[in-house]
C-alpha cells in the first residue's frame, strides 16, 4: 500500500509545475476554470468545449509533447489506440488536420473487408495529458468518418450524437447523463483487517485495501476531463481459493451526453491501466460468483431546458419526468440488447437481489428497474442544523435530482446503451397515454415480498438471456430507427450477434452446475 501511496505523491509533484505555470501564464484565470484539474483547462484558461487546434498546438509546444495518442472506441468497447511520435511542427498539424487511416472490418463485425478503410478524426475538446506515459503525450479521442468524408453512420458515438439531436429537435429538451461504475478489484488475500462477507458498503482503509487505487484512479480521471461526483467501497467483500475480491464504485456528475459517454469509457481504461501497473486484477464484469454481489452500471439521467433540470416542478417529480420514465420502462426489453451484452449479465438480473428483474419504477426502491433516489425537495434546512454558526442561505437543489436507470452493466456498449436512453426518453414524451403507462407501473412495496406477489404478477419482466433480448430488440427496431437514429443494419447486426450465445435455456442447463457456470464467467470477465 506504501507503493500506492508513493505514487500519488509523485505524481502531484509531476504535475503541480504545470498548474504552477498555468497561474503564472494566466494571472487573470477565472473561477471555471482555476480549480479544474485538467491541465489544458488550467493552462489555455478555457473550459475543453471551446479547445481549437491551436490551443493544443500551443499547449504541446509550451510543454515539449512529444508524443499525440488518437484513442477510439471499437465494436467490444475499448479504447483502440493509435500513436504518432511529433516529428515537426507542420507534422503536428497535418495529424490534428486530417486525422488517420485505420481498418474498420478489424474494428467493427459490421464492416467487410473488401470496404473497410475508415478516417480517425481527434476531437479536440476530448485532449488531455496521457497520466500514465512516462514521455510526455497528448490523448485526443476521436470520431469515425467513411471514405466520403461523412460521419460512419454506423459508428456508435455518432448515434449517440443523433439520438441527443433528435431529441432536442423533437421535443426542445436536451439530455444530462452521469453514470455509476462498479467494479471488483481481485488481488492475493491479506489476512489483515478484513471485513466481512458481503460487508464492504462505504468501508474504510485498512478494511477496505484498495480505497487508494480507487483514490489515484479518481485523480487521474479528473485529470482527463471526467467529472467525478464520489468514490467508494461497495457490498461485494469476498475471498475464494487464496484471493481477495473487494468491489469499488466510481460515481460521476451529470454532465452533457455525449461527455457522459466518453468519460465512462475513460474511466475503464484508466483502472484497468492502474490495475496492470501494481500487479491486480480489475473486472466490471456483471457476475463473478455465484451468491455475492454483482456489478452493475447504473445510469442516472435528467432532462435539462434552458438550464434547468425538467424532472422537477414545484419541488416534485414532474410530468416531463413520468412521461421520460414511461419510455424507459416501455424500451426497458430492449435496451437490455446494449446494457446486458453477453450471458453473464442475466446471472445478476434474477428475482430477490437488488439488481431488477420486473418492469416497474418507484421512490428509493432498490427492486425496481427505474428508482427516483431521494432527492433534495422542498425545504432543506439540514445543514444549518448540523452547522448552527452557518449563516443561513435558501438554495434550490432541484438540480440535483436524476431518474435512475438499474439494470445496465459493465458489459454495455456504452454509446449505444446512451443512445438508447436518449430514445426512450424522447419515446416516452411522445407516447399519448406516456402518464398512465407510469401510473400503472409505480410500485411503493418490495415486489419480491411475498405478500405483493399477485402485484409483481401483473408486471412485465426484463429479458432471461441474451437470446430474448435480442427478439425484444427486433421487436421494437422501429423505435430506435426512427428519425434516423439507429441505422437498421446496427439493430439486426447486435441482434444476430446476441443470438450467438445461443443462451436460450442457460440458466436451466447450469442451474447447480457451478463449475460450468464459472467456466462462462472467466470466459467473459473482461468485457466492456
Same mark, same amino acid.
Given at each position: 500500500?506504501?507503493?500506492?501511496?508513493?505514487?500519488?505523491?509523485?505524481? *502531484?509533484?509531476?504535475?503541480?509545475?504545470?498548474? =504552477?505555470?498555468?497561474?503564472?501564464?494566466?494571472?487573470?484565470?477565472?473561477?471555471?476554470?482555476?480549480?479544474?484539474?485538467?491541465?489544458?483547462?488550467?493552462?489555455?484558461?478555457?473550459?475543453?468545449?471551446?479547445?481549437?487546434?491551436?490551443?493544443?498546438?500551443?499547449?504541446?509546444?509550451?510543454?515539449?509533447?512529444?508524443?499525440?495518442?488518437?484513442?477510439?472506441?471499437?465494436?467490444?468497447?475499448?479504447?483502440?489506440?493509435?500513436?504518432? *511520435?511529433?516529428?515537426?511542427?507542420?507534422?503536428?498539424?497535418? *495529424?490534428?488536420?486530417?486525422?488517420?487511416?485505420?481498418?474498420?472490418?478489424?474494428?467493427?463485425?459490421?464492416?467487410?473487408?473488401?470496404?473497410?478503410?475508415?478516417?480517425?478524426?481527434?476531437?479536440?475538446?476530448?485532449?488531455?495529458? /496521457?497520466?500514465?506515459?512516462?514521455?510526455?503525450?497528448?490523448?485526443?479521442?476521436?470520431?469515425?468518418?467513411?471514405?466520403?468524408?461523412?460521419?460512419?453512420?454506423?459508428?456508435?458515438?455518432?448515434?449517440?450524437?443523433?439520438?441527443?439531436?433528435?431529441?432536442?429537435?423533437?421535443?426542445?429538451?436536451?439530455?444530462?447523463?452521469?453514470?455509476?461504475?462498479?467494479?471488483?478489484?481481485?488481488?492475493? =488475500?491479506?489476512?489483515?483487517?478484513?471485513?466481512?462477507?458481503?460487508?464492504?458498503?462505504?468501508?474504510?482503509?485498512?478494511?477496505?485495501?484498495?480505497?487508494?487505487?480507487?483514490? =489515484?484512479?479518481?485523480?487521474?480521471?479528473?485529470?482527463?476531463?471526467?467529472?467525478?461526483?464520489?468514490?467508494?467501497?461497495?457490498?461485494?467483500?469476498?475471498?475464494?481459493?487464496?484471493?481477495?475480491?473487494?468491489? /469499488?464504485?466510481?460515481?460521476?456528475?451529470?454532465?452533457?451526453?455525449?461527455?457522459?459517454?466518453?468519460?465512462?469509457?475513460?474511466?475503464?481504461?484508466?483502472?484497468?491501466?492502474?490495475?496492470?501497473?501494481?500487479?491486480?486484477?480489475?473486472?466490471?464484469?456483471?457476475?463473478?460468483?455465484?451468491? #455475492?454481489?454483482?456489478?452493475?452500471?447504473?445510469?442516472?439521467?435528467?432532462?435539462? #431546458?434552458?438550464?434547468?433540470?425538467?424532472?422537477?416542478? /414545484?419541488?416534485?417529480?414532474?410530468?416531463?419526468?413520468?412521461?421520460?420514465?414511461?419510455?424507459?420502462?416501455?424500451?426497458?426489453?430492449?435496451?437490455?440488447?446494449?446494457?446486458?451484452? /453477453?450471458?453473464?449479465?442475466?446471472?445478476?438480473?434474477?428475482?430477490?437481489?437488488?439488481?431488477?428483474?420486473?418492469?416497474?419504477?418507484?421512490?428509493?426502491?432498490?427492486? *425496481?428497474?427505474?428508482?427516483?433516489?431521494?432527492?433534495?425537495?422542498?425545504?432543506?434546512?439540514?445543514?444549518?442544523?448540523?452547522?448552527?454558526?452557518?449563516?443561513?442561505?435558501?438554495?434550490?437543489?432541484?438540480?440535483?435530482?436524476?431518474?435512475?436507470?438499474?439494470?445496465?452493466?459493465?458489459?454495455?456498449?456504452?454509446?449505444?446503451?446512451?443512445?438508447?436512453?436518449?430514445?426512450?426518453?424522447?419515446?416516452?414524451?411522445?407516447?399519448?397515454?406516456?402518464?398512465?403507462?407510469?401510473?400503472?407501473?409505480?410500485?411503493?412495496?418490495?415486489?419480491?415480498?411475498?405478500?405483493? #406477489?399477485?402485484?409483481?404478477?401483473?408486471?412485465?419482466?426484463?429479458?432471461?438471456?441474451?437470446?430474448?433480448?435480442?427478439?425484444?430488440?427486433?421487436?421494437?427496431?422501429?423505435?430506435?430507427?426512427?428519425?434516423?437514429?439507429?441505422?437498421?443494419?446496427?439493430?439486426?447486426?447486435?441482434?444476430?450477434?446476441?443470438?450467438?450465445?445461443?443462451?436460450?435455456?442457460?440458466?436451466?442447463?447450469?442451474?447447480?452446475?457451478?463449475?460450468?457456470?464459472?467456466?462462462?464467467?472467466?470466459?467473459?470477465?473482461?468485457?466492456?
Amino acid at each position: 500500500m506504501a507503493k500506492i501511496f508513493y505514487w500519488i505523491q509523485v505524481k *502531484v509533484a509531476t504535475f503541480a509545475p504545470l498548474f =504552477e505555470t498555468s497561474i503564472m501564464k494566466n494571472p487573470f484565470a477565472n473561477s471555471l476554470t482555476e480549480m479544474n484539474p485538467s491541465s489544458l483547462v488550467q493552462y489555455l484558461n478555457k473550459p475543453s468545449d471551446e479547445f481549437t487546434k491551436a490551443d493544443l498546438i500551443r499547449y504541446i509546444d509550451d510543454h515539449n509533447i512529444s508524443m499525440i495518442n488518437f484513442r477510439y472506441a471499437g465494436g467490444d468497447g475499448r479504447l483502440k489506440t493509435l500513436n504518432f *511520435v511529433i516529428n515537426s511542427r507542420e507534422h503536428l498539424d497535418n *495529424v490534428l488536420s486530417t486525422g488517420e487511416r485505420v481498418d474498420g472490418s478489424s474494428l467493427f463485425p459490421f464492416i467487410g473487408a473488401s470496404s473497410s478503410d475508415l478516417y480517425v478524426l481527434p476531437r479536440y475538446k476530448t485532449a488531455f495529458v /496521457n497520466p500514465f506515459s512516462e514521455i510526455p503525450t497528448l490523448d485526443i479521442l476521436c470520431s469515425y468518418y467513411d471514405k466520403d468524408g461523412n460521419p460512419l453512420e454506423s459508428s456508435p458515438e455518432y448515434i449517440l450524437r443523433k439520438a441527443h439531436n433528435a431529441l432536442k429537435a423533437h421535443t426542445g429538451y436536451s439530455f444530462e447523463v452521469m453514470g455509476e461504475l462498479e467494479y471488483y478489484v481481485i488481488s492475493p =488475500e491479506n489476512k489483515l483487517f478484513q471485513a466481512p462477507d458481503q460487508k464492504g458498503y462505504h468501508e474504510s482503509f485498512p478494511f477496505a485495501k484498495w480505497e487508494a487505487l480507487r483514490a =489515484e484512479a479518481m485523480f487521474a480521471i479528473a485529470q482527463t476531463g471526467g467529472k467525478i461526483k464520489y468514490g467508494h467501497s461497495e457490498v461485494g467483500n469476498f475471498k475464494f481459493d487464496g484471493m481477495e475480491y473487494e468491489q /469499488n464504485e466510481i460515481e460521476f456528475l451529470p454532465v452533457t451526453l455525449e461527455d457522459a459517454a466518453d468519460q465512462l469509457v475513460i474511466a475503464k481504461w484508466i483502472l484497468r491501466t492502474l490495475a496492470y501497473k501494481y500487479g491486480v486484477s480489475i473486472t466490471f464484469a456483471p457476475k463473478i460468483t455465484v451468491g #455475492k454481489a454483482g456489478s452493475g452500471m447504473h445510469i442516472h439521467t435528467r432532462l435539462m #431546458k434552458d438550464g434547468d433540470n425538467a424532472m422537477v416542478e /414545484n419541488g416534485k417529480l414532474s410530468d416531463t419526468a413520468r412521461k421520460a420514465i414511461a419510455g424507459y420502462l416501455d424500451l426497458a426489453p430492449s435496451l437490455t440488447a446494449f446494457g446486458n451484452t /453477453n450471458p453473464t449479465s442475466y446471472f445478476r438480473l434474477v428475482p430477490h437481489q437488488e439488481a431488477p428483474t420486473n418492469i416497474c419504477w418507484g421512490d428509493r426502491n432498490r427492486s *425496481v428497474l427505474v428508482r427516483v433516489p431521494l432527492g433534495w425537495s422542498g425545504t432543506n434546512n439540514m445543514i444549518f442544523h448540523a452547522n448552527p454558526h452557518e449563516p443561513v442561505e435558501p438554495k434550490d437543489f432541484t438540480n440535483k435530482q436524476t431518474v435512475e436507470f438499474r439494470c445496465p452493466d459493465g458489459s454495455a456498449d456504452v454509446y449505444l446503451l446512451l443512445a438508447g436512453l436518449t430514445v426512450a426518453a424522447r419515446h416516452g414524451l411522445e407516447m399519448e397515454n406516456a402518464l398512465e403507462y407510469a401510473r400503472n407501473t409505480y410500485v411503493d412495496v418490495n415486489i419480491f415480498d411475498e405478500k405483493h #406477489k399477485d402485484k409483481s404478477a401483473r408486471l412485465g419482466q426484463l429479458p432471461i438471456s441474451c437470446w430474448d433480448s435480442a427478439d425484444r430488440l427486433l421487436e421494437q427496431g422501429e423505435i430506435y430507427q426512427k428519425y434516423n437514429v439507429f441505422p437498421q443494419s446496427v439493430i439486426e447486426g447486435f441482434a444476430r450477434k446476441l443470438k450467438t450465445y445461443n443462451d436460450k435455456n442457460l440458466r436451466q442447463e447450469l442451474e447447480n452446475n457451478d463449475e460450468k457456470l464459472m467456466e462462462i464467467v472467466e470466459q467473459y470477465f473482461h468485457c466492456g
